[in-house]
């Protein structure tokens, strides 16, 4: 598969391959939005056809009037991945270049995203593999009433341990 | 300004403080006391023309719409030259997405206050939108004069003489705007993006050398902060001034993402080499990418590519261990992966995959189970892909045999099904996939789109259903709202399957809308990048926009409403059949029931919301109200032929101005519609143009074959035939030819189409010639079955007799005729069952008949009467098992 940093034309690739496969949903100029905010973080799979297989949708989070101590750092929206195209390591490989230039283009700290409690694999791979950790629980933050993980990596490996 | 101000517009001091509250409170969107405020002048000053243009546009906000919009007209009668008046009504057009008027409007209220920075930065996103570039650099300049020190305004009028083409200025105004810049923080992402965005101007400009020398000392310095962009800008631009660099820097790509296959081209090519196995120095390329593979050994595309360009024995040493591999670790996708190294004219690479998967299967009983299945599963797969559907199956049984739960094997076998026509089967199948995993929403999906191929809707959206939303008015409402495209046109195909036109053509049409939707998200971004500096990816996105009707899911749609608009007016009475009310079944009426609960109660979630917060902002636009739920009214209307060349209008400028990825199938029908429409319009020198672009496409096609036909004959019978009365949409009677001025020249160039004068060879022969030609001796690209349909087609044109055009249909199922192996698809004989039903032909039945000799698994051509169809269909979300349950699943 070819992995590559997400161009515009691949926004309804993007989009469809979301609806297909995942609960959360989101109209295009969501999409759109994350790309013109942020286009140097979204990375997607494609097949020998030039289908989008796999993609990661992500974002940066920066200090506000609510949170003016927050640390900037990167969240991923959405990734998902074909479900015949599983097992090749293309969430992984998605992961670690978004990852890469949330660090290198904005100087983020660490990472964030939610997951299902119920999402065994996904936890897998982001606990075991990429080397997340549980942050804190969020109740019913789906639409369905399901709990969620918020889990974090931290770029600098010090800087996990000072924070727990 | 200097313009005096009107005496009736001046307001008593209490007042005039009083407006200036209602401005900003309407800034900061505290409607009700922005309502209040407008009031309490009003008692006062009750012909106050702003106030009462402001009072309609806070109603509005509020969601009292209509009473808004009177108030605003109002207003403005009685002030014309206040550019709050102009300013609050192009806000109206503009929340209704009449950019056009609004932006007149805009320019008005210029006229009043031409320095107004409000006014100047709402009119230059119009001009945007509506592609007015020479005014949007005119405004562009009024506003960075206005404020210079505001470094959007600089890159935004350098855009807006880029988007006018202009880069050079673009340039200038970017090197002007840089010697101002000062104090730049580190780490500054907006400079970083800045910075690119010139680098991108010197390229376009031909300018590799300024911008590789932009670039590095840019990246030196840390301004620009983006590596990957840095290693991508660098590569090409060393490519492109041929430095012997170059190769390093795409070895650099190689190492920050080994898995993207453009590095390994720019790589390779820097060495002479391609990724093409035709090329003569393969060999050399193979070598250097097993190096790769062997320094990089996570990466999966040096593996990959290699397949592509190995032959002979160095491709079995390297595909036995990649597929060994993969199977050993289960990877549901290798067929994927592999399908495009199979060719039908060179088959020694398939060849060489099925030896080396029966050589697995052999040695079955040592095989670790799961690789054993996995091996079946791959070999059901290449089998279905050379065309052996039987063989197919067979595997697949043995592979479900040895393990019926995995969710895979049920989709493959439901695919390997629905090739072979039989959909209802299909579908069956990947329900039970779908009931092994309830949670996996891509099993919802394609059980949802397998449902609506064998025309099951109200089942299809049950399924659907499990995933949407609980609270909107139907499964299908919810995936019209999240924009899914592949619902909306399988869903709007199995109407059409189901003959219920209307509904189809109302989902097209939805289609339609969606994309017309997507055309107005970029409003808001020509304001908000600028801000945020990200104009690279800005400047795409205008790209990509102006091309959005090439999306293929428009193309489809479009072609398709088109159709139906055409066989609509063809023939007025299929509408009335396919819009009449049928008997609903119990399950039909218990589902609309269902649905319109569903809809009453959103509605009052929404009323009672909407009371809840009297203050809360409904924004500009209009509320979305569909009087025509069903597309009856779409259906019958009479102006269905001006709608089909709306959507077709689109299409053909991208096709001949831009270079969009239509494919060429596609390419010839818009033609060919495009003819249809415009024949049936009287628009002569459309008609002609358009035949003449799908004769350069393919001048043998059966489809222009069929409209040049259709051409003469309609020249002979209609436009030089005194007697004949055409049915001109517009009433007016055309007795004596074309009109003059277009005449002669449409006349020419329908000569210049090369179909012989009709004084030598009558239009019959020249269809029967055609029909020799092409059919029989070799095949053109179109099937023999294709040739056949569009000459039966001719011959109902030229009124041949019934037995003769019956004849030549039949025969493609007869068994000494064209059959399955001279390309009759399931689509085309549905059509052909369609043109003798249309001929009220007594042959109907004989031809379904032939087609279930054809398609012997296929359910379509009624397989041992209605009865087993019935049965079927029942049977698709029965489980298996009876173990999980819709309800089940529905509380995971």
């Known amino acids: 598969m070819n992995i590559r940093r997400a161009k515009v034309e691949d926004l309804a690739g993007m989009q469809a391959s979301n609806l297909q496969n995942l609960p959360e949903n989101y109209s295009m100029r969501f999409w759109i939005y994350h790309l013109m905010s942020w286009p140097q973080l979204s990375y997607v799979a494609e097949d020998h056809k030039g289908r989008i297989v796999g993609y990661v949708l992500s974002r940066i989070e920066e200090p506000d009037e609510d949170n003016p101590e927050k640390d900037i750092h990167g969240h991923v929206n959405s990734i998902s991945v074909l479900r015949q195209y599983r097992r090749l390591g293309i969430a992984k490989k998605l992961m670690l270049l978004s990852q890469e230039a949330m660090e290198s283009v904005y100087g983020a700290a660490y990472v964030s995203l939610h997951v299902r409690r119920s999402n065994k694999a996904a936890i897998g791979l982001y606990k075991d593999t990429l080397g997340f950790e549980v942050a804190k629980v969020e109740k019913k933050y789906y639409g369905d009433g399901e709990d969620a993980l918020s889990m974090r990596l931290y770029f600098d490996p010090e800087e996990s341990h000072a924070q727990q | 300004m200097s313009r005096p101000v009107p005496a009736k517009r001046t307001l008593p001091s209490k007042e005039a403080s009083l407006f200036k509250d209602l401005l900003s409170l309407y800034e900061s969107r505290q409607l009700k006391k922005a309502l209040k405020t407008a009031d309490q002048i009003l008692k006062k000053c009750p012909e106050h023309g702003e106030t009462i243009c402001m009072k309609g546009l806070v109603l509005t906000h509020m969601g009292r719409r209509d009473e808004g919009i009177d108030l605003v007209k109002q207003g403005m009668r009685l002030d014309l030259t206040s550019h709050i008046c102009w300013h609050v009504f192009g806000l109206i057009q503009k929340g209704e997405k009449n950019y056009d008027e609004a932006l007149k409007s805009y320019t008005q209220a210029l006229k009043f206050d031409k320095d107004n920075l ?26 960075l004069r206005l404020r210079p020190n505001f470094r959007q305004h600089w890159i935004a009028l350098a855009v807006a003489y880029h988007l006018n083409g202009n880069l050079l200025e673009a340039k200038k105004v970017l090197e002007t705007y840089e010697r101002t810049l000062k104090n730049i923080p580190d ?15 010197l390229e376009d400009l031909g300018e590799f050398k300024d911008a590789l020398d932009k670039l590095d000392t840019s990246a030196k310095e840390r301004s620009i902060l983006d590596r990957t962009a840095i290693l991508e800008y660098r590569a090409r631009l060393l490519t492109k001034l041929q430095a012997p660099e170059a190769e390093f820097a795409w070895r650099a790509l190689i190492d920050h993402n080994p898995d993207c296959y453009e590095y390994y081209r720019g790589y390779l090519s820097q060495k002479n080499l391609s990724l093409s196995s035709a090329n003569p120095s393969s060999e050399e390329a193979l070598e250097l990418l097993q190096t790769l593979s062997t320094q990089i050994p996570r990466a999966a595309a040096p593996k990959r590519l290699a397949l592509t360009l190995a032959t002979g024995p160095a491709f079995s040493s390297l595909i036995k261990p990649y597929m060994t591999s993969a199977l050993q670790k289960g990877i549901p996708s290798l067929f994927s992966d592999l399908k495009s190294l199979y060719s039908p004219t060179n088959p020694e690479k398939q060849n060489t995959i099925q030896t080396i998967l029966e050589a697995e299967l052999d040695g079955e009983e040592a095989a670790d189970p799961s690789t054993y299945l996995w091996t079946l599963y791959y070999l059901a797969q290449h089998h279905s892909y050379l065309g052996d559907h039987v063989k197919a199956l067979e595997v697949l049984d043995r592979a479900i045999e040895h393990t019926p739960t995995l969710p895979d094997l049920l989709m493959f076998k439901g695919r390997v099904l629905k090739r072979c026509g039989d959909y209802l089967g299909a579908a069956r199948m990947l329900n039970e996939a779908r009931l092994l995993d309830g949670q996996d929403r891509f099993l919802n999906t394609k059980t949802g789109k397998y449902l609506l191929r064998a025309g099951l809707v109200e089942e299809a959206s049950g399924i659907f259903g499990l995933f949407t939303k609980k609270d909107a008015a139907s499964p299908g409402a919810d995936l019209e709202d999240m924009q899914s495209f592949l619902y909306i046109l399988e869903e709007a195909n199995a109407h059409r399957i189901n003959n219920k036109l209307n509904l189809a053509l ?24 600028l801000r945020k500096f990200t104009v690279n990816i800005y400047l795409n996105l205008i790209t990509w926009e102006d091309h959005i009707r090439a999306q293929p899911v428009y193309v489809r749609a479009a072609l398709a409403a088109a159709k139906i608009f055409l066989e609509v007016h063809d023939d007025p ?50 509320p979305t109200k569909d009087d025509d739920p069903d597309g009856t009214k779409l259906l019958t209307s009479p102006s269905g032929l001006e709608t089909a060349a709306k959507l077709l209008r689109p299409l053909t400028n991208l096709l001949t101005t831009a270079k969009v990825d239509i494919a060429e199938k596609e390419r010839m029908e818009i033609w060919l519609l495009s003819y249809d429409v415009a024949i049936r319009r009287r628009k002569l020198l459309q008609a002609l143009t ?23 004959h309609f020249i002979r019978t209609t436009l030089l035939n005194p007697s004949s009365s055409p049915s001109n949409p517009n009433g ?38 055609y029909l020799q030609k092409h059919a029989y001796p070799s095949p053109s690209d179109a099937s023999k079955a294709e040739v056949v349909v569009a000459c039966a087609k001719a011959m109902i044109i030229l009124g041949a007799p019934l037995h003769e055009v019956e004849n030549l249909l ?20 549905l059509e052909i069952g369609e043109m003798l039903k249309g001929l009220a032909s007594g042959r109907e039945e004989e031809f379904r008949e032939g087609c279930r000799r054809v398609f012997v698994r296929s359910t379509v051509f009624g397989v041992g009467g209605e009865e087993e169809v019935r049965v079927l269909r029942e049977g698709v979300l029965r489980d298996p098992d009876v173990a999980v349950g819709a309800d089940e699943v529905l509380s995971v």
Do not use: C, W
């Open chain 2, 118 to 143: 409000n006014i100047l930065r709402d009119a230059a996103h119009l001009q945007t939108q509506l592609r007015v570039f020479d005014a949007l650099i005119d405004t562009r300049h009024t506003i």
């Open chain 2, 187 to 201: 780490y500054d992402v907006e400079h970083s993006e800045s910075l690119l965005y010139h680098i991108r101007v």
């Open chain 2, 506 to 529: 109302k989902k097209y049409m939805a289609v339609v809308k969606v994309i017309e939707s997507f055309e107005d998200d970029q409003y808001d971004f020509h304001g908000y990048n």
């Open chain 2, 573 to 622: 009475s299929i509408a009335q059949a396919a819009a009449a009310v049928p008997e609903l079944t119990e399950a039909e009426k218990k589902a609309k029931k269902k649905a319109k609960k569903a809809a009453s109660k959103a509605e009052d979630n929404k009323k009672a919301q909407q009371q809840q917060n009297a203050n809360e902002d409904k924004g500009l636009e209009p």
């Open chain 2, 690 to 712: 358009s035949l003449t672009h799908a004769q350069t496409l393919n001048s043998a096609h059966p489809g222009l074959h069929l409209r040049l036909v259709h051409l003469h």
């Open chain 2, 732 to 769: 007016s009677p055309n007795p004596t030819g074309p009109p003059a001025p277009i005449g002669p020249a449409f006349l020419e160039g329908v000569k210049q189409l090369g179909v012989p004068d009709e004084s030598q060879v009558s239009l019959e022969t020249y269809n029967q010639q």
């Open chain 2, 810 to 829: 039949l025969g493609i199922v007869s068994t000494s005729g064209v059959g399955d192996g001279d390309g009759l698809t399931i689509g085309l004989a």
